[in-house]
């Protein structure tokens, strides 16, 4: 299949993979990003930020130097990067502060931060970047018409801008709307019009950029009174801005519907956009779903593959690394009523091996896989023991095929 091949044009079966004690800790509201390096090529992955609640003597929402930590795709592990400050070297800026309810985006070598919160600085204000080669922090210099300090915002990387969209402002005590974006080369900000009916005000959404000029819009949790709890609405739309004409318009979807959420995970890939968990208060549920927005078609899609699967749970962070999907983290509820904050790392290949596309062929028709060799045989009889512990679990997930 050639790189620039149509989704659309290549069927293709998806496998979970669960990678645990490697090295990530247990955290939730990170945020990552994926990092290319300038010299070898390779890709690694960054969580920034976030906190645990779960472990004793823990609490990474105090003020303090924000943590690093670095997944190696080819390798499957995580590592703590040591970051280098002020402390280490007075012509270097201070470390940036813990948080979280942030966002980041690589750019030209470098991860750039906005917002978030701790539970002594309150809301953040400010964007910070992150040198990958130095492993040293740097704030930014901005100008022209900010966005304020704010969390639970959504953003999104077009070109060489970083979109910021919603949140929870702090200068208006309110969840917000508005579309901010900041020219990464230039370090100027600029609000973005908004022609006709906007989208409700939300926090802990997602945005995701289509191409060069438009981003869409999913979930999170509305309303303008943000501590009257009972008036929360987890919006079900999909909705898309146009960044040329300045309008936002609500896209017609087909196929699955999925609950309103907030606290998901949303990654492009090529003309589809893949969802995973979340969370919606009213309704007091977790998610494990993971679905397929076709921004061509605007159909959805509920993807349902095989392999050991993360469970229901929301605030993990998601990059996608090439054709792999990875999500790291998240906060899950137990039947005890008590949470769990995870320290798993999964990974999704949209685009499997041959032998992942056999292996679900044989699957997926039922067919006699004792005849295989021990390892192979071993294997399926595992996949087949998980999905249908996922039945009793009450996913009530079954493999089927989508086209990416």
Known sequence: MSEDSSVDEVEQECFWYCYDNIGFPKRVNHAAAAHVDENSGGVSVFSIGGFTEVEPGSDHLKSSDIDVHKFDVVSRTWNFIKTRSKKDDPCLAPCAKSRCGHSVCSYNRKIYMFGGHNNDDGL????SCFDVATSSWQNCKTSGQSPGARDGHACTLIGSTMFIHGGYSKMHFRFTNSLYGLNLDTLVWELYPCVGPCVRERDFHTATAIGKNKIVVYGGR???QIFNASSFVYDESFYCYDIQDGKWSEMNTTGYKPMGRRSHTAAHCRESVVYFGGFNSILNKHFADLFVLNVTTNHITEVRPWGEYPCARRRPACVLVGSELIICGGTSL??????????DTFILNLFPTLQEICLSHILNNGMDYSVLPP???SYLKELRCIDEKRYEDEFKVYPILYCF
């Open 124 to 127: 953040i204000t400010g964007v």
């Open 222 to 224: 509305c309303d303008q």
């Open 334 to 343: 137990l039947p005890t009523k008590e949470y769990i904050d995870h320290s």
């Open 375 to 377: 390892h192979l045989s």
